[in-house]
């Protein structure tokens, strides 16, 4: 009885005695026995469309970040202790990726996310207010790939767990990072995570009390970036294509006006302007400062007029950023049923 009480509490599975008695009363193998029947049995819902969810913030001092996003069925599962602490092992465990070069976003493959190890969900604690990056059984946790904590998960829960993306920003030699979680669910857990690198001019090294105050500007403008969807960090970092076919959808709509073409070119160069300042962070205005742009703030604050963290008079500038929103660009096929339809149909009875 012993043995099935821990096999219980471990697994979360309801078994009987017949499982360990066919693994010859060794707990282990019939704690894989139960795995692989779970893992079957999330396989069943893995068709069902998972839009929720959470996404998961770790940060390595103001050095690096990652940001994984995990899907579930419904905000129910999403806002279980269960379900954080899984999001905040796997944001945790993408620290170990390597950033990109010059301190730039980078996205991870889906083979760097499924070799990433995480503690096995068997040893979350029950302690929901615990629930978070690093809030599983620690080092002394068996680890197993991220990919195959998510089917753990799964089998508990009864839903569609799946592992959407990671990304990593890692800032360039002497530059720092901050990041910010909108409508948090916990310690780096909510459901837009946002980060921002920067760095001085010419990869100057920050000072100690300079860098305090480049990762608080880093986190304010993380803040921003949540707030406001900047697309790209300037102009210039724009695709010639995007670029191209933003004029010409501009052309179009004032060539009906009938004006003369060099005063359409004057009026489609004032309306990519606007365009950028929309969709470019250095041109959009700054969210806890509308007077200023980004690209002011920058400028004034290495002049010293925004607190300090300024190199020798020149502006940090931004090397990258992300913006991670759960369920983005995700939508349910037509005629694909979501958890709450499907129970539904099974409470009235239809297959």
Same mark, same amino acid.
């Given at each position: 009885?012993?043995?099935?009480?821990?096999?219980?509490?471990?697994?979360?599975?309801?078994?009987?005695?017949? %499982?360990l008695a066919s693994s010859g009363w060794a707990l282990d193998a019939a704690y894989d026995a139960l795995r692989k029947?779970?893992?079957?049995?999330?396989?069943?819902?893995?068709?069902?469309?998972?839009?929720?969810?959470?996404? *998961?913030?770790?940060?390595?001092?103001?050095?690096?970040?990652?940001?994984?996003? =995990?899907?579930?069925?419904?905000?129910?599962?999403?806002?279980?202790?269960?379900?954080?602490?899984? =999001?905040?092992?796997?944001?945790?465990?993408?620290?170990?990726?390597?950033?990109?070069?010059?301190?730039?976003?980078?996205?991870?493959?889906?083979?760097?996310?499924?070799?990433?190890?995480?503690?096995?969900?068997?040893?979350?604690?029950?302690?929901?207010? !615990?629930?978070?990056?690093?809030?599983?059984?620690?080092?002394?946790?068996?680890? =197993?790939?991220?990919?195959?904590? %998510?089917?753990e998960v799964a089998a508990k829960v009864r839903e569609n767990i799946k592992l959407r993306r990671g990304f990593v920003?890692?800032?360039?030699?002497?530059?720092? =990072?901050?990041?910010?979680?909108?409508?948090?669910?916990?310690?780096?857990?909510?459901?837009i995570a946002s980060v921002v690198a920067l760095a001085a001019p010419g990869g100057a090294p920050l000072q100690q009390?300079? !860098?305090?105050?480049?990762?608080?500007?880093?986190?304010?403008?993380?803040?921003?970036?949540?707030?406001?969807?900047?697309?790209?960090?300037?102009?210039? !970092?724009?695709?010639?294509?995007?670029?191209?076919?933003?004029?010409? &959808?501009?052309?179009?709509?004032?060539?009906?006006?009938?004006?003369?073409?060099?005063?359409?070119?004057?009026?489609?160069?004032?309306?990519?302007?606007?365009?950028?300042?929309?969709? %470019?962070?250095?041109?959009?205005?700054?969210?806890?400062?509308?007077?200023?742009?980004?690209?002011? &703030?920058?400028?004034?604050?290495?002049? *010293?007029?925004?607190? *300090?963290?300024?190199?020798?008079?020149?502006? &940090?500038?931004?090397?990258?950023?992300?913006?991670?929103?759960?369920?983005?660009?995700?939508?349910?096929?037509?005629?694909?049923?979501?958890?709450?339809?499907?129970?539904?149909?099974?409470?009235?009875?239809?297959?």
């Amino acid at each position: 009885m012993a043995l099935i009480k821990e096999l219980r509490e471990k697994s979360g599975a309801p078994i009987s005695d017949s %499982c360990l008695a066919s693994s010859g009363w060794a707990l282990d193998a019939a704690y894989d026995a139960l795995r692989k029947k779970g893992l079957a049995a999330a396989a069943k819902s893995a068709s069902r469309h998972a839009a929720d969810g959470l996404v *998961g913030l770790a940060l390595a001092g103001s050095e690096k970040a990652a940001v994984v996003e =995990v899907n579930s069925e419904t905000d129910f599962v999403g806002r279980s202790a269960l379900f954080r602490q899984l =999001v905040g092992e796997g944001a945790r465990a993408a620290l170990r990726l390597d950033g990109a070069a010059g301190g730039a976003a980078r996205e991870a493959t889906g083979d760097e996310l499924a070799a990433l190890p995480v503690p096995s969900p068997s040893s979350y604690s029950d302690d929901a207010e !615990a629930a978070g990056p690093g809030s599983g059984g620690g080092d002394a946790a068996p680890l =197993v790939p991220l990919p195959d904590a %998510c089917a753990e998960v799964a089998a508990k829960v009864r839903e569609n767990i799946k592992l959407r993306r990671g990304f990593v920003l890692a800032a360039a030699p002497g530059g720092v =990072v901050g990041g910010y979680v909108h409508m948090a669910a916990g310690p780096g857990l909510g459901r837009i995570a946002s980060v921002v690198a920067l760095a001085a001019p010419g990869g100057a090294p920050l000072q100690q009390d300079q !860098a305090a105050a480049a990762a608080q500007l880093a986190t304010n403008l993380a803040m921003h970036v949540a707030g406001l969807r900047p697309q790209y960090i300037d102009l210039s !970092a724009v695709p010639e294509t995007v670029l191209e076919a933003e004029r010409q &959808l501009l052309l179009e709509q004032a060539a009906g006006s009938g004006k003369p073409q060099a005063v359409l070119d004057k009026m489609v160069a004032g309306r990519l302007t606007k365009w950028a300042q929309e969709m %470019c962070l250095l041109d959009q205005r700054y969210l806890l400062d509308d007077a200023l742009t980004v690209r002011q &703030l920058l400028q004034q604050q290495g002049a *010293g007029k925004q607190g *300090g963290g300024g190199v020798g008079g020149g502006a &940090l500038e931004v090397t990258g950023f992300l913006r991670v929103q759960v369920g983005e660009g995700l939508e349910a096929a037509e005629g694909a049923k979501d958890f709450a339809a499907e129970v539904a149909e099974m409470a009235g009875g239809r297959s």
